[in-house]
């Protein structure tokens, strides 16, 4: 199926050129896939150029200017009415617009989520978009959510949370039933603060919800579950610890691997195995936060994302766009606030 | 300077024989210290003669008998009053009673916490002892705390984690004005749930905290802090996710390095450095969790601590001990609460 995705070509911290280098890699990964850049266009045109691009590949990247690039820390409220012509309002335009079915940015996610939350709008009963991602773990990957949109929740929230989360994985894994569990500090019933225990009592017996019961942190990687839900605060906190650690551990063992003569030689001959590992160990392998709750597909690449990562973001944009995951959100949430027979 | 150690043979999922052996381990870096193990008094009999003690060494170590053990998995109300001739019971009332300076457990957390509060005490204007252990950085170690032990909180309790935090750290590490920060998903004034904004005002200017303003998870193992301050829900599931991924990572190296008969003839040359590696990777590195806010020392070892892990927990609490800490943690806590002038 043929989609047309808008990319924030001026988003994230590496800027325009890994950007361009991702936006190739999923071209060429995905022969349905064409993209309409927003951002600074002369710049944008000396980048592909330097690519020597077959005409038929060049065909499926439309260029639209954009002289204006938000700032990965300015705050997200003044910018939205103040920078309409910014290369992130004008890709989220694109989908509100019918343009594009999905837009991706490495930018602001702040102000990519206020700007989203204005042109698409949000899903009836959702206040604010939730954003998730997928994290390695040893069956496979686990989807945890929400990673900090929304900070004081409530357990009407992380109920919405679950629905939205079990939906996605069925849409974007293929899973049946989408096993969900609340991440909390221990499997007992009185164990948890007072929005876990009473987030447990609405999904318990829930008929949208596979619910699984609690986890602690520790099993989260276990696999064991296709969906953990919590806070924003708690899944930020969870997410970037865990990110912070990988990047510790990885600079251990490049030291390791650099102390003396023999460990240099050993690092030599283990320089695959490494590389690989690196990799694994990368927490933008399974980059892209999808924002769940709008009336639109939007997501979120990793600032640091290098050219491999952004490609991954738009990837995942573009199968939530054929799955018409957005869709499917909407008729679950309609659902959710319809009364029960 | 002398100090007599309370040990809870019995306690943590690889039992006595592990315990003995970390109790030696301690015993021979520490000429001035002894130890009264409680627990099965043949059965760590048995243990100890099969180290082949010499006398002068034996005598460090004293047997007092036990013939219960509280289980990891029950719940503690139900053996706080029950089972009052448990090793664990009997471990903390030595402490209580003056017989000991400070107990050592690898058993269940709750039973440890509620059995400590019941014996020892809280200080004035604690309610719960705050559970603190140190993690590995770039720098050295960060404490972070609460790990669990409060898990609803009011900012009044997160201002108490970080004097006795202060106090804990000044201690044990020797140093002047230890820098505090509050864990929250971004580093803005307006950014966090209402606790840490709350708590960021009791801290700002606070003329006994070193207050250094908002970290981001991943900046924990930055080393930037001496301590990072949380509610207990939020710091276990950072500790428990940070130990998950470690464990993870530790599993993917493991297989990486046997995939075939390159990789094990490289694994094979790079063992020493790979032995390594896992003792930085191990969760159990800075083993030893101490129960602030007691009157008196309490050192939680974990679980599935093995021999050399629970050494360093019994060393941890003779640190304390011989630092008189639960007695400076009680002069900062009445400065706190008389009224200021």
């Known amino acids: 199926m043929q989609i047309n995705l808008a990319i924030d070509a001026m988003g994230g911290d590496l800027g325009p050129r890994t950007n361009i280098a991702g936006v190739l890699l999923a071209l060429l990964q995905d022969p349905l896939l064409s993209v309409t850049l927003l951002g600074n266009k002369q710049q944008l045109q000396t980048l592909l150029l330097q690519h020597h691009l077959s005409s038929e590949f060049a065909d499926r990247i439309h260029l639209l200017a954009s002289n204006d690039t938000i700032g990965m820390d300015e705050a997200p409220a003044s910018v939205l009415r103040s920078r309409k012509n910014s290369s992130m309002h004008l890709a989220v335009k694109q989908v509100a617009e019918g343009r594009c079915q999905g837009v991706v940015s490495g930018g602001n996610t702040g102000a990519l989520m206020l700007i989203s939350r204005y042109y698409l709008g949000m899903l009836p009963g959702v206040e604010r978009p939730a954003i998730s991602t997928a994290i390695p773990t040893y069956k496979g990957r686990t989807y945890l959510l929400d990673l900090g949109a929304n900070i004081d929740c409530q357990p009407e929230h992380l109920l919405q949370f679950a629905l939205m989360g079990s939906v996605m994985v069925k849409r974007i894994e293929g899973k049946v039933r989408p096993s969900v569990a609340l991440l909390n500090v221990g499997h ?21 919800v596979n619910y699984f019961g609690y986890i602690e942190g520790n099993e989260v990687f276990s696999g064991e579950v296709d969906l953990v839900v919590c806070d924003g605060f708690t899944g930020n906190i969870a997410l970037k610890t865990s990110e912070g650690l990988a990047r510790y551990l990885s600079g251990q063992i ?22 690989k590992l690196k990799q694994q160990m990368d927490p933008v392998r399974y980059n892209g936060g ?50 029960q027979k």
């Open 188 to 208: 007992e019933a009185i164990k948890g603060n007072s929005l876990v225990k009473a987030t447990a009592q609405l999904l318990e017996g829930h008929p949208s």
């Open 254 to 275: 490049q030291d390791l691997f650099h102390k003396n003569l023999y460990s240099r030689l050993v690092g030599l001959m283990a320089r695959p195995l490494l590389h």
């Open 290 to 339: 999808s924002f769940l709750g709008l009336q639109g597909c939007v997501v979120k690449s990793h600032g640091n994302a290098d050219a491999k990562g952004f490609s991954y973001a738009i990837t995942r944009a573009a199968t939530e766009a054929r799955q018409g995951l957005a869709d499917q959100l909407q008729l679950s949430m309609q659902k959710l606030n319809s009364p």
